[in-house]
């Protein structure tokens, strides 16, 4: 069964940046369109970008419009999310997730996707 693994979470300064990477084991994800989600304390789990397979199509939450790329690389068999002029209301769990179809769409709805990552901390503070 393949395994997603976010990683490069942290702790930066308001206005910081970070890059997450969101590898796979066993089995790659180049089929699959690839979401990345948050999660802060006490609230639901939220959209933050997506990408399609093969084309790399993208749509973004509009927090996080014009501050955040999601990109991939199918031959490493890795999603990445920069994220640049970090906020305080950036704060959360990230989670990688893979989408249940292969064609090529961008999805959004939790509900889309069947496959997790264990999240990784982003921690924006001064």
Request: net charge neutral; glycine share 12%.
């Given at each position: 069964?393949?395994?997603?693994?976010?990683?490069?979470?942290?702790?930066?300064?308001p206005?910081?940046?970070?890059?997450?990477?969101?590898a796979?084991?066993?089995?790659?994800?180049?089929?699959?369109?690839?979401?990345?989600f948050?999660?802060?304390?006490?609230?639901?789990?939220?959209?933050?970008?997506?990408?399609s397979?093969?084309?790399?199509?993208?749509?973004?939450?509009?927090?996080?419009?014009?501050?955040?790329?999601i990109?991939?690389?199918?031959?490493?068999?890795?999603?990445?999310?920069?994220?640049?002029?970090?906020?305080l209301?950036?704060?959360?769990?990230?989670?990688?997730?893979?989408?249940?179809y292969?064609?090529?769409?961008?999805?959004?709805?939790?509900?889309?996707?069947?496959?997790?990552?264990?999240?990784?901390?982003?921690?924006?503070?001064?």
């Amino acid at each position: 069964q393949v395994q997603l693994e976010e990683s490069g979470g942290g702790l930066v300064q308001p206005g910081g940046s970070l890059r997450l990477s969101c590898a796979a084991s066993g089995r790659g994800v180049s089929n699959y369109a690839m979401g990345w989600f948050r999660q802060a304390p006490g609230k639901e789990r939220e959209f933050v970008a997506g990408i399609s397979r093969i084309t790399s199509d993208t749509r973004y939450a509009d927090s996080v419009k014009g501050r955040f790329t999601i990109s991939r690389d199918n031959a490493e068999n890795t999603a990445y999310l920069q994220m640049n002029s970090l906020k305080l209301e950036d704060t959360a769990v990230y989670y990688c997730a893979r989408a249940k179809y292969t064609y090529g769409l961008v999805f959004s709805d939790r509900s889309d996707f069947d496959l997790w990552g264990q999240g990784t901390q982003v921690t924006v503070s001064s």
